[in-house]
């Protein structure tokens, strides 16, 4: 073997290993820079204090809702949720009507979910992946592995960075924004009467009361099916 | 013959039924056109003869009511879970000819081959299908249709339809329905009848359907402010992300950067009082 060759023989796999490692290193930025770890641990976070609260079996409805009430409180854009689900019809509230629609429409969301969300007491939420979206608003992606050999849940996560943190604006579940469902929902309540925003908040106040007469579902124990 | 035929002549004369009443019953209040937010809503919603819809929603849901939903309910508790299982897998095996048929035409190869090894396995391991040993082999079950096929290739939804029995079926996704009992090979088998396993074979898959979303369906009944509009905008989200594949884009999200109750949202113009 001439010396040049030996040379080659012994560079060529270390040169190959190089330009392997550059193109890896290289690319390993690239994909950081697009994905938000801190968002990650945020949701993880708050959809863990989530399930305790749906799973805590000592608390009565009042006392899971009024737990979850002040979790969203904390973490949810509720202020812009609400502003999201009027759609067009955002400038149509009075002042007077507008605080009353925020505060019905928090206590209505804490009503809704406390009984949607029973269905994932005592599972576990896997975080998948995330992306930035601009330089205000991330998206984290997370599995709901179930226990019983049901399908796993997908569940996507819109948060807004304010004030150096995280605010939740909408939740995805299996293709399906749920602020945008109820967009569509309070929409047509004012469109079919005509334009008339007591209708609405109407609606909420029935949704409310029919909750608190018992007509929902919101405990633990009812799920078992 | 007559299967076809009689499905059909079902959808055609369902479809007059409802171009007659939708001449008889009117449309959906237009918007005010000096109102672009408005307008703009009213294109959103496509929903041109929502009475009409709403009339048949509620014709569907009593059907439910007094039919679907006790024997549903009655299937759900008497038919232990395996067996359960069991027809579920049984119905999606049969579902795999036109799932890999709307699979080819999109021209996704990993996942027609995925299809045609799940019917494979799920055939012979898993005894005629009625069980589903290919999910656990890596090839898990997913859902093609020929109203999906259309969106891929860039067919609007059309405007909002709500048929009785078929529930929502706005127009892309009913001629995907009429053409997929073609990519069916059932359907050739019983040509000339009996009408006996197709009509079966809708009925149990109803029920089954339905006996998995009991619980489901009575929450978002419940905790709707408006369950027609809830329903509309579940299905339409939901054959949306069936189109994507599962994958939530983020580029189709609504701007929400400066939405609040203070400054003015670009798409929400505030009506001249």
Not at chain 2, 85 to 111: C, K, T, Y
Not at chain 2, 157 to 163: I, K, N, Q, T
């Amino acid at each position: 073997m001439s010396p040049l060759n030996f040379v080659r023989s012994a560079v060529a796999p270390v040169a190959f290993c190089v330009a392997l490692l550059t193109s890896i290193v290289g690319s390993l930025p690239a994909q950081a820079a697009n994905t938000d770890p801190a968002a990650e641990a945020w949701v993880s976070e708050v959809s863990q204090q989530a399930i305790k609260i749906i799973s805590d079996k000592s608390l009565d409805r009042a006392g899971r809702e009024a737990q979850f009430a002040a979790l969203l409180d904390t973490n949810a854009d509720m202020q812009r949720i609400a502003a999201f689900c009027l759609g067009q019809f955002l400038r149509t509230p009075t002042p007077d009507q507008k605080s009353e629609y925020i505060k019905l429409f928090n206590n209505f969301v804490v009503k809704v979910y406390v009984t949607r969300l029973s269905d994932y007491h005592d599972e576990k939420l896997v975080i998948t992946g995330s992306q930035l979206k601009g330089d205000t608003q991330a998206l984290v992606q997370s599995q709901i592995n179930f226990t019983n050999g049901r399908e796993p849940v997908k569940v996507t996560w819109w948060l807004l960075k304010k004030d150096g943190g995280y605010k939740l604006f909408d939740v995805n579940v299996v293709g399906v924004w749920l602020a945008q469902e109820q967009r569509s929902a309070f929409t047509s309540v004012i469109n079919n009467h005509n334009g008339d925003f007591a209708a609405l908040l109407d609606h909420l106040k029935q949704q409310i009361a029919d909750a608190e007469n018992g007509k929902l579902p919101t405990t633990a124990a009812t799920t078992a099916q | 013959m007559m299967t076809v035929f009689a499905r059909i002549a079902n959808a055609g004369a369902k479809t007059a039924c409802i171009m007659l009443a939708f001449a008889l019953a009117g449309c959906a209040t237009h918007p005010d056109a000096s109102n672009p937010a408005a307008v703009k809503a009213y294109e959103e919603t496509n929903d041109p003869i929502e009475p009409l819809n709403r009339y048949f929603f509620e014709l569907n849901r009593f059907l439910d009511i007094i039919i679907l939903k006790p024997v549903a309910t009655w299937y759900q508790g008497v038919v232990p879970d395996p067996a359960r299982d069991g027809v579920r897998h049984f119905m999606d095996n049969l579902d795999s000819p036109v799932i890999l048929a709307n699979d080819s035409l999109q021209g996704e190869w990993d996942r027609a081959g995925t299809t045609a090894s799940r019917f494979g396995i799920n055939t012979t391991i898993g005894v005629l299908g009625l069980f589903d040993p290919a999910t656990g082999m890596g090839y898990p079950k997913h859902d093609e249709d020929f109203g999906q096929t259309l969106a891929t290739w860039n067919t609007p939804e059309g405007p909002y339809l709500f048929l009785p029995i078929l529930g929502p079926k706005p127009p892309r996704d009913l001629a995907g329905y009429a053409v997929d009992q073609f990519f069916d090979p059932l359907t050739y088998i019983y040509w000339n009848g009996p009408y006996t396993v197709p009509v079966a074979r809708f009925v149990v898959n109803g029920v089954d359907v339905r006996s998995r979303n009991l619980k489901t369906l009575d929450q978002i009944e419940r905790t709707s402010v408006d369950y027609y509009a809830t329903i509309r905008s579940l299905y339409r989200q939901t054959r949306a992300n069936e189109i994507a594949n599962g994958n939530v884009s983020n580029e189709k999200l609504p701007d929400i950067e400066n939405l609040n109750f203070d400054t003015n949202e670009p798409q929400s113009v505030a009506p001249a009082k």
